[in-house]
């Protein structure tokens, strides 16, 4: 088994859902009775099983080291993740050992990103009490409100399997707002616990963190980020996943690093702009030079901490931005390729008509808003208080979500 797992290492085929949906049943009900489950036992996982990131590190680490009666553990299928884990002390499981099937079989509380095969093709956490911050909040439509298919038929078929037994199942979902809560009700059928918290990933954006522990020493050595008190603009498109969208993103990355004024407005105000791709993204057409750099996954340990360092976000259709408006910054809408991408993603009207306002379609305009926000000191122009309004109903509790999240399940199951 490669030891360096990529996405899409799940099989969610209609054979390993009967199997699975047999499986859930069987161990919400005959298979609590034959092993009880223990409240004080939370297993953490995301990224199907093979990153260490996200909501659920974040809460991890949170209990981890605060709720000392409880046990947490990590469950992953990457086998260097594991290594990595075990040797800094953490208790790590490797999916589809006989330890970890047993810990999963005696777990009280889960908690996962993406899927409840994060911990597994076939995990034993189904009798547990589910819990999902999810990995990002709903600017894209899935599931339910976006025809997976373009058979009618497919798509029918396809509710009815989520309706009998969904990957996505939880008995707790955490939301950001109240519309988030009904876009989660919407999209996923759940009639479960909804609670309005904040993404524990989001504490971190309430530390003031040094360019050192942010970015990785290779990075930080190669453009001698120490030597100056650098300001930084944060680039983080979304993923495109087809040619034609990946070659659009070439582009505008190759006028971004060409664009001569630019690069003048950087290099003049001592500003580095860091572009930081999904993890998905090809790079290996971009070009890149010592004021536009490339930061990618190796580079960085956790997107939030770029978005805290950052005084200025540019993105698109990137969940990123509702978690950077939580910090009053100017964040600019670069999105040249809207109605394609809405055509191919499923884009909600709610951030289209947010966004209408501020959104910029070509790079010379970008260019004069960049200098423009440069020269206000990146003074916000109302966009991120209107993504608050929508996206974040306690932006003023920000730093203690993780904490609220386990007292809510603290007091929901007794524990």
Same mark, same amino acid.
């Given at each position: 088994m490669s030891k360096d797992l990529k996405r899409k290492t799940i099989n969610r085929g209609i054979k390993n859902w009967t199997k699975?949906?047999? =499986?859930?049943?069987?161990?919400?009900?005959?298979?609590? @009775?034959?092993? &009880? =489950?223990? &409240?004080?036992?939370?297993?953490?996982? *995301?990224?199907?099983?093979? &990153?260490?990131? +996200?909501?659920s590190r974040y809460l991890y680490e949170y209990v981890k080291e605060n709720?000392?009666?409880? *046990? #947490?553990?990590?469950?992953?299928?990457?086998?260097?993740?594991?290594?990595?884990?075990?040797?800094?002390?953490?208790?790590?499981?490797?999916?589809?050992?006989?330890? #970890?099937?047993?810990?999963?079989?005696?777990?009280?509380?889960?908690?996962?990103?993406?899927? @409840? +095969?994060?911990?597994?093709?076939f995990p034993y956490v189904f009798g547990a009490r589910i819990v999902c911050p999810w990995h990002g909040i709903g600017i894209k439509k899935n599931y339910a409100t976006l025809d997976m298919h373009h058979n009618k038929l497919k798509n029918t078929l396809?509710?009815? &399997? $989520?309706? /009998?037994?969904?990957y996505i199942y939880r008995d707790v979902t955490i939301a950001t707002s109240e519309y988030i809560a009904d876009t989660y009700r919407k999209e996923t059928l759940t009639t479960k616990s909804i609670f309005i918290v904040g993404q524990p990933r989001n504490d /971190?954006?309430?530390? %003031?963190?040094?360019?050192?522990? /942010?970015?990785?020493?290779?990075? !930080?050595?190669?453009?001698?980020?120490? +030597? %100056?008190?650098?300001?930084? !603009?944060?680039?983080?498109?979304?993923? =495109?996943?087809?040619?034609?969208?990946?070659?659009?993103?070439?582009?505008? /990355?190759?006028?971004?690093?060409?664009?001569?004024?630019?690069n003048d407005i950087l290099e003049k105000n001592n500003i580095k702009l860091l572009m930081k791709m999904h993890y998905l993204t090809d790079t290996s057409n971009m070009s890149f030079?010592?004021?536009? $750099?490339?930061?990618?996954?190796?580079?960085?340990? #956790?997107?939030?901490?770029?978005?805290?360092?950052?005084? $200025?976000?540019?993105?698109?259709?990137?969940? #990123?931005?509702? +978690?950077?408006? @939580?910090?009053? =910054?100017?964040? @600019?809408?670069?999105?040249?390729? !809207?109605e394609q991408y809405s055509i191919d993603n499923g884009v909600y009207d709610e951030f289209l008509e947010v966004i209408r306002?501020?959104?910029? $379609?070509d790079i010379d305009t970008l260019v004069k808003r960049v200098e423009s926000a440069v020269n206000e000191n990146f003074k916000s122009k109302g966009v991120t208080a209107a993504l608050n309004r929508l996206y974040n109903q306690k932006q003023k509790e920000l730093g203690s979500y993780r904490k609220k999240i386990v007292e809510i399940l603290r007091n929901k199951y007794r524990i």
């Amino acid at each position: 088994m490669s030891k360096d797992l990529k996405r899409k290492t799940i099989n969610r085929g209609i054979k390993n859902w009967t199997k699975n949906c047999f =499986r859930f049943y069987y161990q919400r009900s005959l298979g609590n @009775l034959l092993c &009880k =489950r223990d &409240k004080k036992l939370w297993l953490f996982s *995301t990224w199907e099983g093979t &990153k260490y990131a +996200d909501n659920s590190r974040y809460l991890y680490e949170y209990v981890k080291e605060n709720e000392k009666d409880i *046990t #947490c553990g990590w469950v992953t299928k990457n086998e260097t993740l594991y290594d990595s884990l075990k040797n800094k002390g953490h208790y790590v499981l490797l999916a589809g050992t006989k330890e #970890c099937d047993e810990a999963q079989k005696k777990a009280g509380i889960v908690v996962f990103n993406h899927g @409840l +095969d994060d911990f597994g093709d076939f995990p034993y956490v189904f009798g547990a009490r589910i819990v999902c911050p999810w990995h990002g909040i709903g600017i894209k439509k899935n599931y339910a409100t976006l025809d997976m298919h373009h058979n009618k038929l497919k798509n029918t078929l396809s509710e009815l &399997k $989520m309706r /009998v037994f969904s990957y996505i199942y939880r008995d707790v979902t955490i939301a950001t707002s109240e519309y988030i809560a009904d876009t989660y009700r919407k999209e996923t059928l759940t009639t479960k616990s909804i609670f309005i918290v904040g993404q524990p990933r989001n504490d /971190v954006l309430s530390e %003031k963190l040094p360019v050192t522990k /942010v970015l990785s020493e290779e990075i !930080i050595n190669k453009y001698n980020l120490e +030597d %100056k008190p650098y300001r930084y !603009i944060a680039y983080m498109p979304t993923y =495109r996943g087809n040619k034609a969208s990946q070659k659009f993103l070439e582009e505008l /990355v190759s006028e971004f690093t060409g664009n001569a004024k630019l690069n003048d407005i950087l290099e003049k105000n001592n500003i580095k702009l860091l572009m930081k791709m999904h993890y998905l993204t090809d790079t290996s057409n971009m070009s890149f030079n010592d004021n536009i $750099m490339l930061i990618d996954d190796k580079a960085i340990e #956790c997107p939030q901490r770029l978005l805290s360092l950052s005084d $200025m976000l540019i993105t698109d259709y990137s969940t #990123c931005a509702t +978690d950077f408006s @939580l910090l009053d =910054r100017e964040v @600019l809408f670069f999105t040249p390729d !809207i109605e394609q991408y809405s055509i191919d993603n499923g884009v909600y009207d709610e951030f289209l008509e947010v966004i209408r306002p501020y959104q910029i $379609m070509d790079i010379d305009t970008l260019v004069k808003r960049v200098e423009s926000a440069v020269n206000e000191n990146f003074k916000s122009k109302g966009v991120t208080a209107a993504l608050n309004r929508l996206y974040n109903q306690k932006q003023k509790e920000l730093g203690s979500y993780r904490k609220k999240i386990v007292e809510i399940l603290r007091n929901k199951y007794r524990i």
